[in-house]
C-alpha cells in the first residue's frame, strides 16, 4: 500500500492547502484573544516569523527561493516536535526500534511532512485565521482556530505538548481530523500487510521522489 492512500477524498484535498498554511501562512491575521495564554502566544510567534519571511522582497526573488523555503521550514521545525510526531503516528512499533531506527523514522516522516507541500508555499495566496480559543491540561494545550477561505470556515486546531518550558505542535486537527491518526491509519495498515521494513522503504522512496527536481 502506497503511502497517502487511503484518505477520505474530501480531507485529502483540504490537507495540502492545511498544511501549507502553516508554512505560508496568513496574510490576514485576526486578533489574538485578550485572555490567550501560553500556548496562543506561542503558535502567533511563529506565525509571525513566518509572516516576516514571506513578506520580505528580498527573498521572493528566484534566486533567493531555496533560501526562503530553508528560512520557513526551520522556523516551523522549531515549533513542531517532529519526534514525538513520528512516535504517535508510528504507534506501538516505536518502542522496538533502536536509537538510529527511531531518527531515520523522524527524519523520513519529516522530510514526509515538509516537502509533501512546499512547492504549494510560492502559489498560496493567503487566507485569513481567526484565534478562537485555548484549553490546557497539565501539559497538554490545544489552540483552537478557525480558518477562512472564501466563504468557507475550516476549524484548524494544533495540539501542543509543553517541554522544557517551551509549547511544540505534535498533531495538527482539520475539521476534526487528526494528520497523526490520518498516518497512523495507514502505517499501521503498512505494517500488518507487510513489515516494518516495507514501511520504511515507501517512507523513503517517498522522500526521494519529493526531493528530486
Not at 521572493?60 to 520557513?72: G, N, S, T
Not at 519529516?110 to 507541500?117: A, C, H, K, P, W
Amino acid at each position: 500500500m502506497a503511502i497517502m492512500k487511503g484518505w477520505n477524498c474530501a480531507t485529502a484535498l483540504r490537507w495540502p492547502v492545511i498544511l501549507c498554511l502553516f508554512l505560508v501562512m496568513l496574510f490576514v491575521v485576526m486578533p489574538v484573544p485578550s485572555d490567550a495564554g501560553a500556548p496562543t502566544t506561542a503558535m502567533k510567534a511563529t506565525i509571525d516569523e513566518v509572516l516576516r519571511i514571506v513578506r520580505d522582497k528580498e527573498l521572493k526573488q528566484p534566486a533567493k527561493a531555496d533560501a526562503r523555503r530553508h528560512m520557513l521550514e526551520s522556523v516551523v521545525a522549531a515549533r513542531f516536535d517532529y519526534t514525538e510526531m513520528s512516535r504517535r503516528a508510528l504507534g506501538a512499533p516505536w518502542n522496538q526500534l533502536e536509537d538510529q531506527q527511531k531518527q531515520e523514522f523522524v527524519d523520513l516522516f519529516r522530510t514526509l511532512l515538509t516537502n509533501s507541500y512546499a512547492d504549494k508555499i510560492e502559489t498560496y495566496s493567503g487566507e485569513g485565521v481567526e484565534y478562537l480559543n485555548e484549553r490546557i491540561e497539565k501539559e497538554y494545550a490545544e489552540v483552537r482556530t478557525k480558518v477562512l477561505s472564501g466563504k468557507t470556515e475550516i476549524p484548524l486546531d494544533y495540539r501542543l505538548i509543553n517541554k522544557a518550558d517551551e509549547w511544540r505542535v505534535y498533531d495538527v486537527v482539520v475539521d476534526n481530523v487528526s494528520l497523526v491518526n490520518n498516518y497512523r491509519g495507514q502505517f499501521t495498515k503498512i505494517l500488518r500487510a507487510s513489515s516494518y521494513a516495507d514501511l520504511v522503504d515507501q517512507l523513503r522512496k517517498k522522500s526521494d521522489k519529493l526531493k528530486a527536481p
